[in-house]
């Protein structure tokens, strides 16, 4: 399979060989979800906390008597059906929210997300992404040369220079394949792969 190298100018000067395992697989839809989520999911913090009727601050004292008012029997204001009460099922900050995802469903799931990018033409190819100074304005002129607005680079390496240049671009991320994530690929409008990248890639999710 072959897909387009770009030039500086963002244009299609010819076409690179990659790996059919990894850019060229079928589309599994809900597999692709399962692990979107899922990496959503054990991103979560358990930091909420909720009381129940025996943390709440509240009296003891009944709050009217038992018969003759007309209205349901109350020992005290601490229920749940009270406004105010505790909650039956509070939620706790030791809660866990993440979900398991075996190696070879991410590995799948990855490939497929790859594969369908390609095909939409929202993936392509360079050379490499190289700075000689820590510059976000030389990294965005690059970018906007190109007519990219929302990019993500996997690059085979990523310098200091490349780092600091792209950290405080809004619509622009760089990252090595190993941190390449669902999430991310799902989200930019294009993804650039450097050369080097690809064999990692493949490596990784062949």
Known sequence: MQLELLNEQGQAASKVDVPETVFDRQYNEALVHQIVVAYQANARQGTRAQKDREQVRHSTKKPFKQKGTGNARAGMTSS???????????????????????????????????????????????????????KTKVLADKFKAM???SVMVIADEVDENLYLASRNLKNVFVVEPRYADPVSLVHFKKVLVTKGAIDKLKEMFA
């Open 80 to 134: 749940p059906l009270w406004r105010g009460g505790g909650r039956i099922f509070p939620n706790l900050p030791d809660e866990n929210f993440t979900q398991k995802i075996n190696k070879k469903m991410y590995r799948a799931g990855m490939a497929s997300i790859l594969s369908q990018l390609a095909r939409e033409g929202r993936l392509a190819v360079v050379d490499s992404l190289k700075l000689d100074s820590p």
């Open 147 to 149: 007519n990219l607005q």
